[in-house]
């Protein structure tokens, strides 16, 4: 017998994104744009019915798909924000944030061989949960298209492997959403062929502009969609582990086999602080979006006014800027920009190799700290590169 491991999980790398901000601990001083995460405290409410839950003992095993009442909140949630009609004791599983219900869908759905087409660039957590299944991950470049996946483009890649397609709008890194008419005509494309579809719309609550439109919603995707969801960044809640996946009663039998062998089930006081947010807390991510949208438009307009190529981000925290003009890459453009500005940014080429070119910023910040990070980085690129005049464009 050897000591080798899992050739799988022995290729996996430490997410871009956390090799670089492990570099911050050497600037004491740099402002910190790389985080996803709210800057606002878990609602006090919540915090509290956690707190009780934990007084009362509730500290067992609930429910493998968690507590009825929790999934009964979660439809009515869907219910009343999107129309949606899901049944809370078969097609509802309550799971240890959206991670793991991203992991327990694929590793139900994905087999040897398989191939998952992923509009890029995108979140670095679903490649190794598609490769550790022993599936490919195939990325339909959206970066030519304003970060939206083109209907022609994502048909080409389909072929007979073809399992599934994900997707996450509002999206990270790019903060892009897809109004409705982007999404009829992806999904009469989608309609023609037997996929699955992972829909990831954990930043669904951070819209920032207009309503939020659901794959959810389509009736002939109802029977292959997963929705994957969850309270880490709609209520402040990363470091409680509560997500959620909506999904057909026939393959979540299934679902959630996989996810009870995995983790038996979700953290129990969270639970309770999850019932608390779903049902007297759902204002709360309207009034987060309040100081998001000024953070938006301060760092969009800042960022235009120093010549960044950007894309308006109608969603989630993040804003993505070219550096294409700066002739570097990305990794290097961000590790200069802390070394020798103090802001720290996360490279593009984190969120695959289509997001080279790239930066991601994150505003779940104070507009003290934005406003100071941009003066920073404006005084830097003027100094190394306007009055040097390295950038001509
Ligand atoms: N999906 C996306 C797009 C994310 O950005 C994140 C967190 N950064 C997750 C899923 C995972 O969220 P959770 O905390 O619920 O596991």
Same mark, same amino acid.
């Given at each position: 017998?050897?000591?080798?491991?899992?050739?799988?999980?022995?290729?996996?790398?430490?997410?871009?994104?956390?090799q670089?901000?492990?570099?911050?601990?050497?600037?004491?001083?740099? $402002?910190?744009?790389?985080?996803?995460?709210?800057?606002?405290? %878990?609602?006090?409410?919540?915090?509290?019915?956690?707190?009780?839950?934990?007084?009362?003992?509730?500290?067992?095993?609930?429910?493998n798909?968690?507590?009825?009442?929790?999934?009964?909140?979660v439809?009515?949630?869907?219910?009343?924000?999107y129309?949606?009609?899901?049944?809370?004791?078969?097609? @509802? $599983?309550?799971?240890?944030?959206?991670? +793991?219900?991203l992991?327990?869908?694929?590793?139900?759905?994905l087999? +040897?061989?398989?191939?998952?087409?992923?509009?890029?660039?995108?979140?670095?957590?679903?490649?190794?949960?598609?490769?550790?299944?022993g599936?490919?991950?195939?990325y339909?470049?959206?970066?030519?298209t304003g970060?939206?996946?083109?209907?022609?483009?994502?048909?080409?890649?389909?072929?007979?492997?073809?399992?599934?397609?994900?997707?996450?709008?509002?999206? #990270?890194?790019?903060?892009?959403?897809?109004?409705?008419? +982007?999404?009829?005509?992806?999904?009469?494309?989608?309609a023609?062929?037997?996929?699955? $579809?992972?829909?990831?719309?954990?930043?669904?609550? #951070?819209?920032?502009?207009?309503?939020?439109? %659901?794959?959810?919603?389509y009736a002939q995707l /109802?029977?292959?969609?997963?929705?994957i969801?969850?309270?880490?960044?709609s209520?402040?809640?990363?470091g409680?582990? @509560?997500?959620?996946?909506?999904?057909?009663a026939? @393959?979540?039998?299934?679902v959630?086999?996989?996810h009870?062998? &995995?983790?038996?089930?979700?953290?129990?006081p969270?639970?309770?602080?999850?019932?608390e947010?779903?049902?007297? &807390?759902?204002?709360?991510?309207?009034?987060?979006?309040i100081?998001y949208?000024?953070?938006r438009?301060?760092?969009?307009?800042?960022?235009?006014?120093?010549?960044?190529?950007?894309?308006?981000?109608?969603?989630?925290?993040?804003?993505f800027?070219?550096? /294409?003009q700066?002739?570097?890459?990305?990794?290097?453009?961000?590790?200069?920009?802390?070394?020798e500005?103090?802001?720290?940014?996360v490279?593009g080429?984190?969120? %695959?190799?289509?997001g080279?070119?790239y930066?991601?910023?994150?505003f779940?910040?104070?507009?003290?700290?934005?406003?100071?990070a941009?003066?920073?980085?404006?005084?830097?690129? #003027?100094?190394?590169?306007?009055?040097n005049k390295?950038?001509i464009?």
């Open positions: 017998m050897s000591l080798s491991i899992n050739a799988a999980a022995q290729g996996l790398v430490i997410p871009g994104i956390r670089f901000s492990n570099q911050l601990v050497l600037y004491p001083n740099a $402002i910190n744009l790389t985080i996803g995460q709210p800057d606002f405290p %878990t609602p006090e409410a919540v915090k509290e019915a956690g707190i009780r839950a934990i007084a009362s003992n509730q500290t067992i095993y609930s429910h798909a968690g507590l009825l009442e929790l999934r009964e909140a439809r009515d949630f869907f219910a009343v924000s129309g949606l009609d899901y049944n809370p004791e078969t097609e @509802i $599983i309550v799971t240890t944030g959206a991670s +793991e219900a992991d327990s869908v694929f590793r139900t759905i087999e +040897e061989g398989d191939e998952v087409i992923l509009p890029a660039p995108l979140y670095s957590g679903y490649e190794p949960i598609i490769t550790m299944c599936a490919k991950p195939v339909l470049d959206t970066s030519l970060f939206k996946p083109s209907p022609e483009k994502l048909e080409a890649l389909i072929t007979e492997k073809t399992k599934a397609i994900l997707f996450n709008y509002p999206s #990270n890194p790019t903060g892009v959403a897809l109004n409705k008419e +982007e999404m009829d005509e992806l999904v009469s494309l989608i023609k062929y037997d996929l699955f $579809i992972v829909s990831d719309e954990i930043y669904s609550e #951070n819209t920032l502009e207009g309503e939020h439109h %659901t794959f959810a919603s /109802k029977e292959r969609l997963f929705l969801h969850g309270l880490s960044k209520h402040s809640m990363t409680w582990r @509560i997500g959620f996946v909506l999904g057909p026939s @393959i979540m039998e299934h959630v086999k996989v009870l062998y &995995n983790g038996v089930c979700a953290s129990v969270g639970q309770y602080a999850a019932i947010a779903l049902t007297n &807390n759902r204002h709360v991510p309207a009034q987060m979006n100081a949208r000024d953070r438009d301060y760092v969009y307009r800042r960022l235009t006014l120093m010549g960044f190529d950007v894309v308006m981000p109608k969603g989630a925290f993040y804003i800027p070219s550096i /294409k700066f002739g570097m890459p990305s990794m290097e453009f961000a590790t200069r920009l802390l070394r500005a103090g802001v720290a940014v490279p080429s984190s969120f %695959t190799e289509f080279e070119g930066i991601r910023i994150s779940a910040y104070s507009m003290e700290l934005i406003k100071e941009m003066n920073r980085l404006e005084g830097w690129l #003027n100094q190394e590169f306007f009055v390295e950038v464009s």
